[in-house]
């Protein structure tokens, strides 16, 4: 009798618009979580999704609130994620990076194990960087 693999995943959280890759705070809605950046309002209020997305090297502190946040940030029901960006610097320094996933680093699944199957040939290859200094 063959072995039959059943995946059982998460459903990915829907908005009216579609799909979110956000999360759900104090029982609400994905759309009731407040996106910020530097303080400022970064959502789009429709579809609850964030409008700007700045790069991780940016990136100085990630702040959630989920319960009794002060005024100023306390209009959602859900969470209110703030981020707060790095600020330049005098000097001009930058960063470079690559994302790599290819099936020479990985295991074989369980199930092709078992049935004798050889792993299935997997590239990928993502590179970025980012630059700062002064303006």
Do not use: C, W
């Not at 702040?63 to 029901?77: I, K, L």
């Not at 610097?89 to 930058?94: E, K, N, Y």
């Not at 993502?126 to 002064?134: A, D, F, K, M, P």
Request: aromatic share 8%; net charge positive.
């Amino acid at each position: 009798m063959p072995v039959r693999r059943a995946v059982s995943s998460p459903a990915p959280a829907r908005t009216r618009g579609g799909k979110t890759s956000s999360f759900s705070a104090n029982g609400q809605l994905e759309s009731r979580n407040s996106q910020m950046l530097d303080g400022m309002d970064n959502s789009e209020r429709y579809y609850g999704l964030v409008m700007i997305r700045p790069s991780l090297d940016g990136i100085a502190e990630v702040r959630v609130d989920t319960n009794t946040f002060s005024a100023e940030s306390g209009r959602s029901g859900g969470a209110v994620v703030n981020l707060i960006t790095s600020l330049g610097a005098i000097q001009f320094h930058g960063t470079l990076f690559e994302f790599i996933r290819n099936d020479k680093l990985d295991a074989n699944e369980f199930f092709n194990s078992m049935a004798g199957q050889p792993k299935p040939k997997y590239r990928q290859n993502q590179y970025g960087g980012s630059i700062g200094g002064r303006l």
